[in-house]
């Protein structure tokens, strides 16, 4: 079935393509979306991943983890629950890998939900430096703090800031941003028809590109000399990226431009993207803000509590650097900053609760291991009726010592539970259940 475009959608392309591209482009929408999995490194090796997720189709060309895929409701995978992979449009796969993130980098993700350019960024980081992921509204920041848990990703700060009072803060702090903006979201008409045609227009398009021009403005502040900056949207009006782009280098003449891209649906497989990338030169201005490195922070007994169990738990120590607020212990990642002022969600990995003198570990904690890592294992295969109970919620039988223990499906863990004389005790968040 044709797909109804906006009438001045369809003659801002008339003029912006050439003439014998427009049958090829305007057709894209008379066919489903084109979709995709990247693989979760972090949770694996590329090869053995490929190996147990069955609904992998030809690789994307532009990211070494990407593959297409023609699988409905990839969210009701188990593969899904247990973080092997995330479903990301490939041409939106493009972005990341421009940066050319590092391990022991500092890289910020302006606007970051609900996670895919992120945790991208993430599997190239391998744990190794400080990941901002940042997202301005906080319904959409508590998704994308559920996909760096879910994803087991243990180097994140989730915040919920202002660009500019981000900027205030971080001055030259970033080796890396990226700047994935609110755009009016042509390449979004397949994917979620409804609210894209809904909400565009042309007046749209033009306060989109002057938000993304602020946002623009405010990131310049925390990149450092030397540092590279993605921006990237998924639209195709010239106000948003070629213009935006040429605005901003004319607005900035430390920053150079490296590489520029845009990928429209009809040439490439894939619903489209744009994006640009830009050095600051090494000699540019040097903006530096003081910031404190937060230190290890924890009660004595909270302490113990915790080490008590990771002895049970870990076969060896997991935590290193161990912060306390009201009771919640968390892993911080090496290097990152003290974030009291900030509206953070996450930070590094959520150990677990300590109630009455016992500590009680958390989700994050299990999805952030690997089941080679821990004492206590309850192992099954994908095949096995237990695991779709467990994710129901339901209790299992198991002869396992008693104790807390980690519930993998195929060595990979989907959660906790805790076992007592024989049947383990859910403990998957009731807001998963199946």
Request: aromatic share 8%; hydrophobic share 35%; glycine share 8%.
């Amino acid at each position: 079935m044709k797909m109804q475009l906006p009438e001045k959608f369809m003659q801002r392309m008339q003029k912006q393509l050439p003439e014998n591209e427009w049958e090829a482009f305007f057709a894209v929408y008379e066919k489903k979306p084109v979709k995709g999995v990247r693989l979760n490194v972090l949770k694996g090796g590329r090869d053995a991943l490929k190996a147990k997720i069955p609904f992998l189709g030809d690789p994307v060309e532009w990211e070494e983890n990407g593959f297409y895929t023609d699988r409905e409701k990839l969210g009701l995978s188990l593969w899904h629950d247990a973080g092997l992979f995330y479903s990301q449009e490939p041409s939106a796969m493009k972005v990341a890998p421009l940066l050319d993130v590092q391990p022991g980098e500092r890289v910020l993700d302006l606007c970051s939900a609900p996670g895919g350019k992120g945790t991208q960024l993430a599997c190239a980081m391998q744990g190794d430096g400080v990941l901002v992921l940042n997202e301005p509204i906080f319904s959409r920041a508590k998704i994308l703090s559920q996909n760096v848990e879910r994803m087991g990703i243990k180097n994140a700060v989730v915040v919920c800031e202002l660009p500019e009072n981000l900027s205030k803060r971080f001055g030259g702090y970033f080796d890396k941003i990226l700047v994935d903006a609110p755009c009016s979201g042509e390449g979004m008409f397949r994917k979620n028809a409804e609210e894209a045609l809904r909400e565009w227009s042309e007046e749209n398009v033009e306060a989109c590109a002057l938000r993304q021009a602020r946002i623009l403005n405010e990131s310049v502040k925390m990149l450092k000399s030397g540092g590279r900056l993605a921006y990237s949207t998924c639209t195709f009006s010239l106000e948003e990226d070629e213009w935006q782009v040429e605005n901003f280098l004319n607005t900035h003449p430390e920053m150079r431009l490296i590489t520029s891209e845009k990928l429209l649906p009809h040439t490439c497989k894939g619903e489209g993207h744009f994006v640009a990338v830009f050095e600051k030169s090494s000699t540019a201005e040097r903006e530096i803000s003081r910031i404190k490195t937060a230190m290890p922070n924890v009660r004595r007994d909270s302490e113990k509590a915790y080490r008590e169990f990771e002895k049970q738990f870990f076969k060896s120590p997991f935590a290193k650097r161990i912060y306390e607020t009201d009771g919640t212990l968390y892993e911080l990642p090496d290097g990152v900053f003290e974030w009291k002022g900030l509206q953070v969600l996450r930070v590094g990995v959520r150990l677990g609760d300590v109630r009455n003198g016992r500590f009680e570990p958390s989700h994050s904690l299990a999805m952030a291991t690997r089941g080679e890592d821990c004492k206590n294992v309850v192992s099954l295969s994908e095949t096995d009726a237990r695991v779709r109970g467990y994710l129901r919620g339901e209790t299992i039988a198991v002869e396992i010592p008693n104790g807390w223990c980690l519930v993998c499906v195929d060595g990979y863990p989907l959660g906790l539970g805790k076992a007592v004389n024989g049947t383990v005790k859910n403990h998957f968040p009731k807001a998963l259940r199946h």
